[in-house]
């Protein structure tokens, strides 16, 4: 323990201790990295999961089971049904931020909207089961990185009167 003296203008001495020892209680970091889950023990449980994920047109079911990372989207392996290395990517995020890559085999039925909300909706249903598996582990990780939230952004209905949704038919003066 270290003591700190301070003298302020009417020669008045206080003595202040400040403890500069031991561990400190709290941190900034919400989510350990896996080298700091690894320090504490604390490793996420691989367990079974499923959810729903939805973007824009598209709805995904996700299953996630302990296994070796294979993917399996409409029967198909993940590289054929998503070409895109970018939509790739997206939909292994989840899996990058809580670090368990190979950790699960997914497998996951998607109808509905195009390519990229198909991928939208694949990640936010991988990013669910993760959370429903182990919540505590990984929670923290996937909702600072905003893989839990839902893209509420859709395509907006046609109005009486008008084109599109906003287009307005042509004027004309005469």
Excluded at 8 to 18: A, F, H, K, M, N
Excluded at 80 to 99: C, D, I, M, S, W
Excluded at 115 to 140: F, M, S, W
Aim: proline share 6%.
């Amino acid at each position: 323990m270290s003591d700190i003296t301070t003298e302020t203008s009417d020669d008045l001495e206080l003595e202040v201790p400040i403890d500069t020892e031991g561990p400190v209680a709290y941190t900034s970091e919400t989510n350990p990295s896996p080298e700091q889950r690894a320090e504490t023990g604390r490793v996420a449980v691989i367990n079974p999961a499923g959810a729903v994920g939805r973007r824009k047109e598209a709805v995904a079911r996700v299953r996630l089971v302990p296994g070796s990372g294979n993917w399996t989207v409409n029967g198909k392996p993940l590289d054929v049904y998503f070409p895109n290395k970018v939509h790739q990517q997206l939909v292994n995020e989840p899996f990058v931020v809580a670090g368990l890559e190979g950790s699960y085999d997914v497998i996951a039925r998607i109808n509905g909207g195009g390519i990229t909300g198909q991928a939208g909706a694949l990640q936010l249903g991988v990013a669910r089961c993760l959370n429903a598996a182990d919540e505590e582990a990984n929670r923290p990780g996937l909702k600072k990185a905003g893989l839990l939230t839902r893209d509420a952004r859709i395509k907006e209905r046609k109005k009486a009167g008008l084109k599109k949704a906003r287009k307005a038919p042509q004027y004309s003066k005469r």
